[in-house]
Nanobody
Framework: QVQLAESGGGLVQPGGSLRLSCAAS????????MGWYRQAPGKQRELVAA???????NYADSVKGRFTISRDNAKNTVYQQMSSLKPEDTAVYYC???????????????WGQGTQVTVSS
C-alpha cells in the first residue's frame, strides 16, 4: 500500500505565498516523476508542475516564474512553492507520484487527496 499525504493549502491574499508538500509512504521501491495538478470549479484538472527523478522540471505557462517545484528524495516528498498568487490560482491542488511498488514491482500513478488553495482579498 502507498499513501500520499498533502499539506499546506489555505486562504491567502493576492500577491501572497503558500508552500504545498506531499509525502509518499508505504511499499515503495522507486519514485519516478512527481508533480502537482489543480482543478478549479467547472474546469478540467490540469498539470501545474512536474519534476523528474533527475530533477528536470516542467511548468504550465500560467505559473512559470511564480511557482517552484522541488523534491527531497530521502523523504519521498515533493514541494511546490507558490508566490505572487492570483485569484485565478484558486483550485484544489493534487499531488501525483509515478512510482514502482516494492512488493509487486508494479509501476503506477498515485494521487493525493487534494488540498484547497483559495486566493482572495
Amino acid at each position: 500500500q502507498v499513501q500520499l499525504a498533502e499539506s499546506g493549502g489555505g486562504l491567502v491574499q493576492p500577491g501572497g505565498s503558500l508552500r504545498l508538500s506531499c509525502a509518499a509512504s508505504g511499499s515503495i521501491f522507486t519514485i519516478y516523476a512527481m508533480g502537482w495538478y489543480r482543478q478549479a470549479p467547472g474546469k478540467q484538472r490540469e498539470l501545474v508542475a512536474a519534476i523528474g527523478s533527475g530533477g528536470t522540471t516542467n511548468y504550465a505557462d500560467s505559473v512559470k516564474g511564480r511557482f517552484t517545484i522541488s523534491r527531497d528524495n530521502a523523504k519521498n516528498t515533493v514541494y511546490q512553492q507558490m508566490s505572487s498568487l492570483k485569484p485565478e490560482d484558486t483550485a484544489v491542488y493534487y499531488c501525483n507520484v509515478d512510482l514502482q511498488t516494492a512488493l509487486l514491482r508494479e509501476r503506477k500513478d498515485y494521487w493525493g487527496q487534494g488540498t484547497q488553495v483559495t486566493v482572495s482579498s
